[in-house]
């Protein structure tokens, strides 16, 4: 039976995401028991290589995995940072795009202008698929969400509020998406507190800043080094009292307040799809040529009344900036 090995490009660490990505994997099998009985995917743990936010380390385990010669399929995981790393390592290794390894990336912003694709319906000379996600760009919406949930709580009618980032996050729509942002902020009359982490420590110190300063409440960033500090956020903005949204809703499932995005099951899942499509191939016909780009489908607002419970929240809308809320207990 042909068993196609996989091998895992992830941004983040492997306590956050070996779940998901092992959900990907047996989706991919699940997908190929339908499809094309007898074959399978395989991730052996030397070939899961998890960067921990380390952007140096990624680019080598990119070109590990591409010059490992058992390695057939590249799953770059964990944000832009790992598709990107990916495809550069896959373009210096062969020039002839049709015989580079093929990649699948979980979800990035904008695919096609940040370079991983021709076009999204109809990639062309590419070796990359993916879904096309709203990560990012998401940030304003969930900064006007925070504060219409904060403000219509009683006596809650400040101005300030706290914005998590990652200075070292390297985007390649950065500047586009911060201006956004600002945008957004001037529109709300809000005035944003930032503070810059790159570790647990700062996490922590940045909420007793926002604290100090009396904020509203907090917006955290999408970015996968916050993704991988989940339970240090979380734990830093209930010590400090401090409302804060997030991207995914993993972190309301694990007592965050709010999250507003798309869902990352979504992401993960279709993944395993495009690993399936590709593994069926033989594997000179491996290249994702006719495999196109979907976009994200499932988008998830959802709030944990015992955390609301905690901060006492006794005002709980039906909707947020017009998107239906999830209360979850």
Known sequence: MPVVQIGLLHTGNQLAFGGLVAQTINRANAWLVQNAPGTSVNLQNNRAMYANDDLDQLEDDAITLVQDAGTEIILAAGGPQSALAAKDATEVANPNVAQRKPVVFTTVTDPVHIGLRNQLPAPGGTNLVGMDGQTSENDPRRLRILREFVTQQPGNHGNKVGVLVNPLRDHPLRQQQDAAFESAAQTLNLDLQKRLTIDDHGIRNAYRFFQRKQVLGVVVTADSFFN???????????????????????????????SYGPSLNEAYLKAGEHLGMLARQQPQNRLPSNIPCPSATVFDLSVKLSTANHLNFTVFPPLLDNVQVNYVP
């Open 228 to 258: 991988s500090r989940r339970a240090t956020i979380i734990q830093a903005a209930a010590n400090h009292g401090v409302p804060t949204i997030y991207q995914w809703k993993a972190f309301v499932d694990d007592a965050g307040l709010i």
